[in-house]
């Protein structure tokens, strides 16, 4: 059956009625090859318009599309960019760091080299020190037992006396 159905179409010529499935009933060769180019004429037209509907739809979706599609190609290159310079600010900024870190490394390397070289010189300092103090007790300590010895001779010598 057509997309014109014999409700939609009614009376053609007076007495002509649209078939169901063999087209058209009662009538001669004339009114037939007449309803024949007017339906196809109207068919054609519609279809024409359907199509011609359907090829806008299509072609504005496609423009659609490529709007988007320039749209998210310019987000991408702008997206792109922004990745490039935040690449090179930070490695700027690990350079900037890196060089911060080695200087900061380096002055404290100096600064513990200086102390540990005063730290030794202090060192070197007190073992003299002690070594001469060691020196002194021991001197002391020898005079000491010298004065014992001297005392106790003394001792012995008053006692000696006393006797």
Known sequence: MSQYG????GSISGTKKFGASTGFVDGG?????????Q????GAQ????????????LQEMINQLNEEL???????????????????VLTVKTQDVRKTLTNELFRVEEGMKR????????????QQQITTLKGEKTALEQQMLALQRRISELEDQI?????
């Open 29 to 37: 060769m004339g009114s037939t090859q007449f309803n024949n180019t």
């Open 39 to 42: 339906t196809s004429v109207v």
């Open 46 to 57: 519609q279809t024409t318009a359907n199509l011609k509907g359907k090829l806008g739809a």
């Open 6 to 9: 014999a409700s939609n179409m």
């Open 70 to 88: 320039n749209f998210h190609k310019k987000e991408v290159s702008i997206l792109k960019s922004e990745k490039e310079t935040l690449e090179s």
């Open 115 to 126: 102390h540990y070289a005063h730290q030794k010189a202090e060192n070197s300092r007190l």
């Open 159 to 163: 006692g000696c006396d006393d006797d």
